[in-house]
């Protein structure tokens, strides 16, 4: 008797990791997943201890499905220098913005269709578009919803940008100037 409920008990645990592992796999490929964050590049927003303490962010992949994504999001990327590694920066300017950038090799600059302009919160110690230009949107990774770690710093990350930084020009605005032009 023993026996036969082990074996149904076995029966029902394999039954049931079959179903459990394709749907978490799937709900962490297509609906989200925690990160943790490493570096200084977003300080002083994420991982404002430094390196004693990384922030833990839950990234929705859900949302940047059909690449919608925001200025002043925070994203997580594949980075356009190492594709083995993902980066996590702030939108600054979407496509067929124009911006003044901060060292890249041209000055101003529209962000090409089917691209973002990214920034590291930090500057001088974040290698972003200021560094390997506009980033193709199809990089796009996640969206940082939420920061889940350490509980002291719980909150729903809301969308900012900068004082300075942002587009000179929207590409919305710039669609209203040739139409009154």
């Known amino acids: 008797m023993a026996q036969r409920a082990g074996r149904l008990y076995l029966r029902a645990f394999v039954g049931g990791f079959f179903v459990a592992v394709p749907v978490t796999v799937t709900v962490?490929?297509?609906?989200?997943?925690?990160?943790?964050?490493?570096?200084?590049?977003?300080?002083?927003f994420l991982n404002p201890e430094g390196v004693s303490a990384c922030d833990v962010v839950?990234?929705?992949?859900?949302?940047?499905?059909?690449?919608?994504?925001?200025?002043?999001?925070?994203?997580?990327?594949?980075?356009?220098?190492?594709?083995?590694?993902?980066?996590?920066?702030?939108?600054?300017?979407?496509?067929?913005?124009?911006i003044r950038t901060l060292s890249y090799k041209n000055r101003y600059l529209r962000v090409p269709d089917g691209?973002?302009?990214?920034?590291?919160?930090?500057?001088?110690?974040?290698?972003?578009?200021?560094?390997?230009?506009?980033?193709?949107?199809?990089?796009?990774?996640?969206?940082?919803?939420?920061?889940?770690?350490?509980?002291?710093?719980?909150?729903?990350?809301?969308?900012?940008?900068p004082e300075d930084r942002g587009p000179l020009l929207s590409a919305h605005a710039a669609e209203e100037e040739e139409e009154e032009g």
């Open 115 to 161: 691209h973002l302009w990214i920034e590291g919160d930090h500057r001088g110690h974040s290698l972003d578009s200021n560094s390997f230009g506009p980033v193709s949107v199809g990089l796009l990774h996640g969206h940082a919803s939420h920061i889940i770690w350490p509980p002291n710093r719980w909150q729903r990350i809301e969308r900012s940008l």
């Open 58 to 98: 839950l990234l929705n992949r859900w949302r940047v499905r059909n690449y919608e994504v925001q200025r002043g999001d925070i994203v997580s990327m594949v980075s356009p220098k190492n594709p083995q590694q993902k980066i996590i920066k702030r939108v600054i300017a979407l496509e067929g913005d124009f």
């Open 28 to 44: 962490l490929d297509r609906v989200a997943y925690v990160a943790r964050v490493e570096g200084t590049s977003m300080q002083p």
